[in-house]
């Protein structure tokens, strides 16, 4: 077995894991449409398995291996970034296999197998972002060298947990950690809270998260192909030596040069401090 995987043991679970995941999966499925970015509409549909409630990885792996060539393997909790990394750079996508008890149907710090899984699967299917998931992974193995693991962590956040994409002119969600959340797949685009910026790679990498809230500002790309040839393109050696001159920005920040879509208020996050 490869670092760290352990086995999902898909029948250890009960019935009321399998209501959770489907009580979880009827709320989302039913909200995001007009929200969620249409890659991700239709990449839902590999999560309908042939057995109802939590997904069973090898299943779930076989169609992903035959869309994209992506799999997805059962990880106890956090796992070492290099190990991490691997896993990406190999196109194995790692999750969490427990799902969230009935208390924490809205909130829980930890990602669990409806995260992992719902928020992050079905854009594997998209061969571009399949590519871009790759490209990060093998980044990141570059990254350790450079010591600049906490710069690249940031793109991470700001695309794959928490990226907007504009479709049609409009803005909607991708990112695994809003459209796995009910509470903010609303938030990101509807409230007048936080900012909503172009993206940039620079910029993003300068920018400070919250891991513990709704975020306070987005970060808007136009297509998953700039995303990617940015990533491809971009010689990060020289991008590093260039972050660690510049100061980190704070979350909140709006800067003369960025691209602002929306400039949040931040009302909810100073209610909230
Ligand atoms: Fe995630």
Not at 32 to 59: C, H, N, T, Y
Not at 86 to 104: G, K, S, T
Not at 109 to 117: A, S
Not at 162 to 172: D, S, V, Y
């Amino acid at each position: 077995m490869q670092g760290c995987v352990i086995r999902q043991d898909w029948n250890l679970y009960t019935a009321a894991d399998h209501a959770m995941w489907d009580r979880l999966f009827s709320r989302q499925v039913a909200m995001l449409p007009g929200r969620a970015a249409p890659a991700f509409l239709e990449g839902i549909d590999v999560l309908r398995m042939s057995k109802p409630g939590i997904p069973d990885f090898e299943e779930l792996s076989e169609r992903l291996q035959r869309a994209t060539g992506w799999s997805v393997v059962a990880v106890r909790g956090l796992i070492p970034e290099e190990a991490f990394f691997e896993h990406l750079a190999n196109r194995r996508f790692v999750a969490a296999r427990f799902i969230r008890a009935p208390a924490q149907i809205d909130y829980l710090q930890e990602p669990d197998v409806f995260h992992d899984v719902f928020g992050h699967v079905p854009l594997l299917v998209n061969p571009v972002f399949a590519d871009y998931m790759q490209a990060y992974g093998e980044g990141g193995l570059r990254a350790m060298q450079f010591g600049s693991i906490h710069h690249l962590a940031r793109l991470y956040w700001y695309t794959v947990e928490f990226g907007l994409i504009r479709t049609h002119g409009a803005l909607t969600l991708y990112g695994a950690g809003i459209v796995s959340s009910h509470g903010e797949s609303v938030f990101a685009l509807d409230d007048d809270s936080p900012n909503r910026l172009g993206f940039e790679l620079t910029r993003v990498m300068r920018t400070k998260y919250r891991i513990d809230d709704f975020q306070q500002t987005y970060f808007v790309i136009d297509s998953f192909d700039q995303l990617l040839r940015q990533t491809l393109d971009t010689d990060f050696a020289p991008l590093y030596a260039n972050l660690r001159s510049l100061a980190d920005l704070e979350a909140s920040a709006v800067l003369p040069g960025d691209r602002v879509i929306t400039r949040g208020t931040q009302a909810y996050a100073r209610a909230r401090s």
